[in-house]
């Protein structure tokens, strides 16, 4: 490891020369890559170079044990007090080291469907969106409806949602799975207690650099737009549908009174869909050598249960129960998603040993 370190900061040190090099600057977009490629390297040298003097400063200390009696006592208190900072700088190299995830800063796309359980599964699906929104405001990110299917009660038979925030992605990533609820239905008389579902997909947004689409692959419908009862909700075939022949991937768009503006939402999720489709393939060969515990992406994996009788929320990955569901459902999501990224780094550094 200390290797590793060492050829970081060499190149740490050769970038920052060539960046204070006005002959670079005649390339300006090779002067961006170094200065990004640089940035990224910054923290990990920081705390290579506080590692290296702390190691300097536990041998001089060491030495003076040695050879003052009279400061030994308090040079002996200074090196459990060293030792135990490097043991933590040491654990934070470990974690900066970790091989980062390309798409952790960008933006995401949300797709949540109701599942088994009717009428109170869409109604669930509207708790989950909920959710979700109100923790992008608490982030201060912006959220918006890209695509929704709404139900005359106010679920959601569907709904596809775009968030935009510094770090979204790496937030949110572990929220894809299959979401259960327990609770007594509004729409159930009986009081009896009835267990819902929902799927949860997190795409993260990609540009049209990321991936490429065949314009030949993609068959493209206009339609009217339609409200509840089959109403028009305009007079114009404003509503788009994509089809991407290779897949089967359908995706129909009419929130916007534009066919334009519906057609772009609908490229944006198809482009995203795609991406996702070739990150998780390349995942499955990565895990054929190492069984991911968290974020595996799984669509059929049951990840979460709220449980309304009890107050309570679980996730089943980690293991972590929580009495604190209203306010989990009104976005206070931190504690959770902390607890998994603490989980995913653990299994990383355990697959390092």
């Given at each position: ?42 923290e ?11 190691k ?45 995830d ?154 916007e ?34 069984k991911?515990?968290?974020g ?11 449980n ?23 976005g ?22």
């Amino acid at each position: 490891m200390i290797d590793k370190l060492k050829a970081i900061e060499d190149r740490y040190v050769e970038l920052s020369q060539k960046l204070s090099d006005p002959e670079s600057m005649k390339d300006m977009d090779e002067w961006k890559r170094m200065a990004k490629e640089q940035a990224g390297l910054e923290e990990i040298v920081q705390k290579y170079r506080e590692y290296k003097k702390v190691k300097d400063d536990i041998e001089s200390t060491k030495e003076l044990i040695e050879t003052d009696d009279e400061l030994k006592d308090m040079a002996e208190e200074e090196l459990k007090s060293l030792e135990e900072k490097e043991e933590s700088l040491l654990n934070e190299i470990k974690l900066l080291l970790l091989p980062k995830d390309p798409n952790d800063e960008k933006d995401v796309i949300m797709e949540i469907r109701a599942g088994a359980g009717g009428e109170e599964a869409a109604l669930f699906a509207y708790d989950l969106f909920r959710m979700y929104t109100m923790y992008a405001e608490k982030k201060r990110w912006k959220y918006e409806i890209m695509s929704s299917n709404a139900t005359e009660l106010g679920g959601f038979k569907e709904v596809i949602f775009s968030i935009a925030g510094k770090g979204a992605y790496s937030r949110l990533k572990f929220e894809s799975g299959v979401h259960r609820v327990q609770r007594i239905p509004t729409t159930e008389a009986g009081g009896r207690i009835h267990t819902s579902t929902a799927t949860v997909a997190v795409l993260p947004e990609v540009e049209d650099v990321d991936i490429e689409i065949n314009p030949n692959d993609i068959k493209i419908d206009v339609f009217r737009s339609g409200g509840h009862g089959g109403q028009s909700v305009n007079t114009t075939d404003s509503a788009v549908r994509l089809t991407h022949i290779p897949t089967g991937i359908v995706i129909s768009c009419q929130d916007e009174r534009s066919q334009l503006q519906n057609r772009e939402r609908a490229m944006k999720i198809l482009r995203a869909k795609l991406y996702e489709m070739a990150r998780e393939e390349k995942e499955r060969e990565i895990s054929m050598t190492r069984k991911l515990q968290v974020g595996t992406g799984d669509r059929s994996e049951r990840i979460r249960t709220y449980n309304f009788p009890q107050g309570r929320v679980t996730d089943h990955r980690i293991g972590l129960t929580l009495y604190k569901l209203q306010m989990v459902l009104d976005g206070d999501l931190d504690e959770i998603i902390d607890a998994l990224l603490a989980e995913d780094q653990a299994e990383r550094l355990e697959s390092m040993q």
